[in-house]
């Protein structure tokens, strides 16, 4: 299984640029000699634009595995090409064409299809479809923020470097009918018409035929991606959301769908009527749903657009098809809920009964309608843990008991408690993030949903967890906060970073309404580095950090010769301050350092006058990981999380800004 992205982020702070989560930007095939120089310079050259004084600056994270920004977020000043001319539209083209290399894109005006443009006051919120010579890239979305027409932010996934044959060889009804011999049941059928795809989701890009089929056993929403050229099955998953309990039993029976949604029960009109049961819940419920999201974001129901709200209860028997008797599910359409009941030993009331199960159902419809999550690996935990923090926020604020982070418990039985995840087998933090194959439980959606569970509990209440400190900004912010990142800034291929990064900049965007500070921002991520995604808002200064002893403190050398790899200086010592010279006009210094995995910080300090220093970081592959290349003599900073191995650094002075004659300082710490 591939690694799930992980953060990469390049902010600048007033004069000083910070280069955050290391192993996110490795250049494909990169040598270290040679790093690939049209997206260095493009990066440099945006840094330069973005300027590097008061107020100024910028702050980038990366995906792994493409080397290509998923967030920019930050003060765009408005020198940056586009800004201010013309429509929204044309300036976010205008820029996305002036720094293209910076995402390997060759032309963006034919790469880039508007889906959706929503304005909201003074913002625009553009959303496009990656194409490839007219075929879309599926999940590939990227989306600009403009405010007052100025871009204010941009995300999203890109996949570069895509070379395909566009013309399929086999036919879109061939390919539905390869999906339906694989999945192999008699009830599926075609959700919507079959559409040619660029797959690139954990594999390599390949021209396919996506085929959705909805069956009803076994239960699910099938997305099967079909080679076009081959009619090979290249990936399938199911998408149906379920919020079942890991102790749920193998069917031996199937309890049909087909006569869903059943028989009416109750209206608008009549649901008040309704007496104590299964019906009546969900009636209840729902409304709470709907209310919670039309009072508190002013939501028409989960489209937005006043959707009638249809549910199905009594659904399964206990005993016979408990995969379906104990599980509550959205389908795409319309809610279902299990009876309950008690079988093999395992107990439930109906599933109707949990008001946060019913809620959490709302939400994952809410999430298809919004950022649009597919439902694996991290972005289905990320969805997961969206209809679970949706769905205790609500239940909180209807009963309370603003006490109650527990999931399920009227159920009579508790299956996820966001305060401490690991009471149910669930992680916490990044650390203990579970790798899993893609049929065990999608990937992890219900397990590994503990991390965002928690860092949203710790953003409410606060508290100080992988020795990081939070302090809470409650609930009526941080709800605002999540709702924003997710119906904002969010896509299909999101996952914990970019969760990480919208919601700090949904935070900052709501700063001064709904009582939110700029304190509470740094909160905010806060609480994400407790959970072990990305850093806290402030480190603490060179000053406060304990190093071990300094050796030759006062003394500067020559770590001649250094100028390959082979040659590179050190193991360097974690803590130890190294003074040295140039030995000549732009040569290049090169160390090295070998950590067991863990948080890193390099320091490049002490420039002679009139110098000007670039700091760089390979790993051993030779893969250009990241840089930090301010200008002048401000200190150059890389920081972040490490896998274990060999690193090298680079000092790359220019020839006519270097010195011969006075020391810099370069201090690596690490585990």
């Not at 201010?84 to 032309?107: E, I, N, V």
């Not at 609480?527 to 403190?553: D, E, K, Q």
């Not at 863990?598 to 592959?621: H, K, M, R, V």
């Not at 200008?631 to 020839?655: E, H, N």
């Amino acid at each position: 299984m591939l690694k799930q992205p992980k953060m990469l982020a390049i902010q600048m702070i007033s004069a000083c640029l910070l280069l955050i989560g290391l192993l996110l930007y490795p250049a494909a095939s990169t040598q270290a000699a040679d790093p690939p120089p049209d997206r260095a310079a493009a990066q440099r050259r945006l840094m330069q634009d973005a300027g590097t004084g008061p107020g100024t600056g910028l702050e980038l994270t990366w995906d792994e595995e493409t080397g290509v920004p998923t967030f920019i977020r930050g003060q765009f000043p408005a020198s940056l090409s586009g800004q201010g001319q013309g429509s929204d539209l044309d300036r976010a083209y205008a820029f996305l064409t002036q720094y293209a290399d910076l995402f390997g894109m060759r032309q963006p005006g034919d790469e880039l299809a508007l889906l959706r443009s929503r304005q909201t006051g003074d913002e625009t919120h553009l959303r496009f479809q990656q194409m490839v010579q007219g075929v879309p890239v599926w999940g590939a979305q990227m989306l600009v923020h403009t405010r007052n027409g100025q871009i204010a932010a941009l995300n999203g996934h890109y996949q570069p470097d895509i070379t395909i044959d566009p013309n399929p060889q086999i036919t879109a009804n061939q390919a539905e009918a390869i999906a339906h011999d694989e999945l192999n049941s008699s009830q599926a059928v075609l959700e919507q018409d079959v559409a040619l795809v660029v797959m690139t989701y954990h594999t390599e890009p390949t021209l396919t035929w996506l085929v959705k089929l909805y069956s009803e056993d076994p239960l699910g929403s099938w997305f099967y991606f079909i080679d076009a050229h081959t009619g090979e099955v290249t990936y399938y998953f199911n998408n149906l959301p379920f919020a079942k309990s890991r102790n749920v039993y193998n069917a031996q029976g199937a309890c049909s769908t087909a006569g869903l949604p059943g028989t009416q029960v109750a209206t608008e009109g009549t649901g008040g009527s309704l007496s104590e049961e299964q019906a009546k819940d969900a009636f209840d419920y729902m409304g709470t749903a709907y209310d919670y999201f039309s009072t508190t974001f002013g939501r028409d129901s989960f489209d937005d657009a006043g959707a009638t709200i249809i549910s199905s209860v009594n659904y399964g028997v206990a005993g016979v098809c408990p995969s379906t008797a104990f599980n509550a599910f959205w389908n795409g359409s319309q809610f279902v809920f299990g009876a309950g009941g008690t079988s093999g030993g395992f107990s439930t009331t109906h599933f109707s009964n949990a008001e946060d199960v019913v809620v959490h159902e709302f939400t994952h419809a809410v999430t298809q309608y919004s950022a649009g999550l597919i439902y694996q690996f991290q972005q289905g935990a990320l969805n997961e843990s969206y209809s679970d923090i949706f769905g205790v926020f609500a239940q909180q604020k209807s009963t309370g008991d603003f006490n109650d982070w527990q999931l399920g418990e009227d159920l009579g039985t508790v299956t996820r408690d966001m305060s401490d995840p690991t009471l149910h087998g669930q992680p916490a933090h990044m650390n203990n993030y579970v790798e899993l194959g893609w049929v065990s439980d999608s990937g992890g959606v219900h397990t590994n949903s503990g991390i965002s569970n928690k860092a949203a509990y710790l953003t409410v209440v606060g508290g100080t967890f992988g020795g990081v400190p939070v302090s809470g900004i409650g609930l009526t912010k941080a709800e605002q906060v999540f709702y924003r990142a997710l119906t904002i800034y969010l896509s299909p291929l999101s996952g914990f970073a970019d969760v990480r990064d919208s919601t700090i900049q949904a935070c900052d965007d709501l700063i001064g309404a709904f009582g939110i500070n700029e304190g509470d921002c740094d909160q905010v991520q806060n609480a994400w580095a407790a959970v072990g995604i990305g850093l806290p808002a402030t480190l603490p200064s060179f000053a406060n950090r304990v190093y071990l002893p300094v050796i030759f403190p006062n003394v500067a050398y020559r770590y001649e010769p250094n100028d390959d790899v082979s040659q590179a200086y050190g193991p360097l010592t974690s803590g130890v301050a190294y003074n040295a010279y140039i030995q000549s006009n732009g040569d290049v210094d090169i160390y090295h350092f070998t950590t067991s995995g863990g948080f890193i910080n390099i320091s490049l300090g002490s420039l002679p006058a009139g110098t000007n220093y670039d700091l760089e970081l390979f790993n051993n592959d030779g893969d250009f990981l990241t840089a930090s290349y301010n200008t002048g003599t401000t200190p150059d900073s890389i920081s972040g999380i490490a896998d274990p191995g060999q690193y090298y650094i680079y000092i790359s002075p220019t020839t006519s800004a270097s010195s011969t004659t006075d020391s810099y300082q370069l201090i690596v710490t690490y585990p």
